[in-house]
Nanobody, 114 residues
Framework: QVQLVEFGGGSVLPGGPLRLSCVVS????????MGWYRQAPGKQRELVAT???????IVVDSVKGRFTITRDNAKNTVYLRMDDLKPEDTAVYYC????????WGQGTQVTVSS
């Protein structure tokens, strides 16, 4: 069973940074595809960024150049570094893992507001 726990959410001023972490309990973390999604109030959950086991990265256009996804296989952790945050980035951010099944974390709130 794969379990995911996110850390690092909070409130930040526009233009500020945050780093989210997702710690994964899994025997073969390095073989998992990992990703971050977000869901804003009244909207559907949407992809933010993914990183494969081979470290191939996809970042959606709305955050490209501001958000960076990385993984540390020695720590079973995936990160989302968010810079130049905007109010429209306000959402619950979810960590996602994929092998033959799909696994989700519980989510962490990010609020960008002045």
């Amino acid at each position: 069973q794969v379990q995911l726990v996110e850390f690092g959410g909070g409130s930040v001023l526009p233009g500020g940074p945050l780093r989210l972490s997702c710690v994964v309990s899994a025997n073969a973390f390095s073989s998992l595809g990992m990703g971050w999604y977000r869901q804003a109030p009244g909207k559907q959950r949407e992809l933010v960024a993914t990183i494969t086991s081979g470290r191939r990265i996809i970042v959606v256009d709305s955050v490209k150049g501001r958000f960076t996804i990385t993984r540390d296989n020695a720590k079973n952790t995936v990160y989302l570094r968010m810079d130049d945050l905007k109010p429209e980035d306000t959402a619950v951010y979810y960590c996602h893992a994929l092998d033959y099944n799909t696994f989700w974390g519980q989510g962490t709130q990010v609020t960008v507001s002045s």
